[in-house]
């Protein structure tokens, strides 16, 4: 049975709250190389997002691609980055949570538990 998960958690750094309402697409890199869309996803109040359940999370390569752009427009600040894209391998039987810790004009990940 496969009880892998992909999700995800938006916090802002430069004001130390989550990220609500942040959109997320995943993507899977198939078979010929090209990105496959899978689905768009949205931040909660909480800045978490449950991006792929069990039985839709085949071992491969995905791209999550955070759409930052208009979450900062809708707080009147501007970024450097309208989107971001952070590319996984994940090809181990377990699950995968991928922070993104976000500021106008930086980032980072890291893959969590």
């Known amino acids: 049975m496969n009880t892998r998960k992909l999700s995800t958690h938006v ?4 004001s130390g709250k989550a990220a609500p309402n942040v959109k997320v697409t995943v993507y899977r890199l198939d078979e ?6 899978i689905r768009p996803s949205q931040t909660n109040s ?4 449950q991006l ?3 039985g ?3 071992m491969g390569i995905y ?7 208009p979450y900062f427009a809708a707080k009147n ?3 450097l980055y309208p989107a971001i894209d952070i590319i996984v391998d994940c090809n181990e039987s377990q ?19």
């Open 77 to 79: 600040m501007t970024t």
């Open 46 to 49: 909480d800045g978490r997002c």
């Open 56 to 58: 839709e999370f085949p």
């Open 32 to 37: 010929i190389q090209e990105w496959r869309a």
């Open 95 to 113: 699950n995968y949570h991928i922070p993104l810790l976000l500021s106008p004009y930086g980032y980072t990940t890291y893959r969590g538990t």
């Open 11 to 14: 916090l802002e750094t430069s």
């Open 63 to 69: 791209k999550l691609t955070f759409h930052v752009g």
């Open 52 to 54: 792929l359940d069990q």
